[in-house]
């Protein structure tokens, strides 16, 4: 398995606070991304990043923001959660080396309840 | 954009059949599709994939076929076993910017 974890697994909140949930990876791969699965909905991309500090929106981008400082951390951040953000969170990487050039690995996701 | 639709959201086979799963794509100038099978509770995981210079690749139990005509995608199973029971994905994509899925279909083995 690819040496991806995401913490924290599963968290609950109230509407209205903030939450940041971290992907971590042991691969020194370049390309993050960040998805949501909802039931009826597949996986949707929220934010990807493309290295160091440089970051792109996604389809389901609204509500959410993202940070890269280091290479192995990417970080989603909902500022102020809503019931609607109520979902299972996967980070993906990627490094486009591979023979399977556009293959991403997944993370065990995190899933957040907000009340 | 892309769009990946979805031809079935369950699919139930006997043990041993060989199972097909269906995805069709909206954007022909896709080069890239990927087939992910997810188990309950984890993250979606590699099976296979192909390029749009291919209509066909096999790889252990598994087949995928690529029609570009039609923007369609399958995937066969042989021999379908139990630990193949999971929701398997479709993915398209060109470029670094990630994947589009399809909704996903729901594969169950009946004894």
């Known amino acids: 398995d690819a040496g991806i974890t995401q913490s924290p697994r599963h968290k609950v909140t109230e509407t209205g606070t903030p939450v940041t949930l971290r992907c971590h990876q042991t691969?020194?791969?370049?390309?993050m991304y960040w998805y949501r699965q909802d039931p009826g909905h597949g996986l949707r991309l929220i934010h990807y990043?493309?290295?160091?500090?440089?970051?792109d929106k996604g389809e389901v981008s609204d509500g959410y923001s993202v940070s890269r400082s280091k290479t192995e951390d990417f970080l989603l951040t909902l500022e102020s959660a809503t019931s609607s953000q109520t979902s299972v969170y996967f980070c993906?990487?990627?490094?486009?080396?591979?023979?399977?050039?556009?293959?991403?690995?997944f993370g065990p996701g995190t899933r957040l309840t907000v009340l | 954009g892309e769009s990946v639709g979805l031809h079935l959201p369950t699919l139930s086979v006997q043990e041993g059949d060989n199972s097909i799963i269906n995805c069709a794509y909206s954007?022909?100038?896709?080069?890239?599709f990927i087939w992910y099978k997810q188990e309950s509770g984890k993250g979606p995981q590699f099976i296979i994939d192909?390029?749009?210079?291919?209509d066909k690749r096999q790889g252990q139990r598994v087949t995928v076929l690529l029609n570009k005509t039609v923007k369609h995608l399958s995937l066969q199973i042989a021999a379908t076993q139990p630990g193949d029971s999971a929701v398997y994905f479709c993915?398209?994509?060109?470029?670094?910017?990630?994947?589009?899925f399809g909704k996903g279909t729901h594969l169950i083995i009946q004894p």
């Open positions: 691969e020194n791969h370049r390309y």
């Open positions: 954007n022909s100038a896709s080069d890239y």
């Open positions: 993915a398209v994509g060109g470029g670094a910017d990630g994947l589009t």
């Open positions: 993906a990487i990627s490094d486009f080396s591979g023979l399977a050039e556009n293959e991403q690995f």
């Open positions: 192909i390029r749009s210079n291919m």
């Open positions: 990043s493309y290295g160091v500090k440089d970051t």
